[in-house]
T-cell receptor, first 117, second 110 residues
Framework: GAVVSQHPSRVICKSGTSVKIECRSLDFQATTMFWYRQFPKQSLMLMATSNEGSKATYEQGVEKDKFLINHASLTLSTLTVTSAHPEDSSFYIC?????????????FGDGTRLSIL | SQQGEEDPQALSIQEGENATMNCSYKTSINNLQWYRQNSGRGLVHLILIRSNEREKHSGRLRVTLDTSKKSSSLLITASRAADTASYFC??????????FGPGTRLSVLP
């Protein structure tokens, strides 16, 4: 149980393109979903916390107009990287949990490797 | 802000040996979790240990927590090549934030 599906797994596109990444909890309802960014050989950096039916909470330094998050249902959250540029190239990972993340395990998707040419 | 440190940054051992990874933090925590990440994949939850617990086991994994020293350790016994991965601790600061440590890259050589 507790499977999170993230799609697509890899995107290569030209600079200026907007890219949408989906994160779905397949067999449970996630009250909260999280979006992380990870650079090579580094840890995860939390970008934003997404709660169903409300606006996402962004971490300091993360541009909310650049990284649009929509959490339309208890099983789906999307991250849209708008007008992507090479510096946005990274590994993006979503996770989902029921309740506060520290009290419950987070269930992760397999990540999306975004490459902007 | 809560920041975790892990050591070693990288660890290379032979199959069958034990691997120990350490995690330290600065402020009081509610819980601490350990995760594993295979290269290019998402993270897999291993163990959650609460602040009032001192030790937890799961198969070949043993996690300890010393709140007086603000540190935790993850021990993998009888390691296998399949244990090769990065291991991260993650700390819950009573809901204020949830932060991952920098990770330890473990290589288990056959």
């Amino acid at each position: 149980g507790a499977v999170v599906s993230q799609h697509p797994s890899r995107v290569i596109c030209k600079s200026g393109t907007s890219v949408k990444i989906e994160c779905r909890s397949l067999d449970f309802q996630a009250t909260t979903m999280f979006w992380y960014r990870q650079f090579p050989k580094q840890s995860l950096m939390l970008m934003a916390t997404s709660n169903e039916g409300s606006k996402a909470t962004y971490e300091q330094g993360v541009e909310k107009d650049k990284f649009l998050i929509n959490h339309a249902s208890l099983t789906l959250s999307t991250l849209t990287v708008t007008s992507a540029h090479p510096e946005d190239s990274s590994f993006y990972i979503c996770s989902a949990s029921v309740g506060q993340p520290g009290n419950q395990p987070q269930h992760f998707g397999d990540g999306t490797r975004l490459s902007i040419l | 802000s809560q920041q975790g440190e892990e050591d070693p940054q990288a660890l290379s051992i032979q199959e069958g040996e034990n691997a120990t990874m350490n995690c330290s933090y600065k402020t009081s925590i509610n819980n601490l979790q350990w995760y594993r990440q295979n290269s290019g994949r998402g993270l897999v939850h291993l163990i959650l240990i609460r602040s009032n617990e001192r030790e937890k086991h799961s198969g070949r994994l043993r996690v300890t927590l010393d709140t007086s020293k603000k540190s935790s350790s993850l021990l993998i016994t009888a390691s296998r090549a399949a244990d090769t991965a990065s291991y991260f601790c993650a700390m819950d600061n009573y809901g204020q934030n949830f932060v991952f440590g920098p990770g330890t890259r473990l290589s288990v050589l056959p």
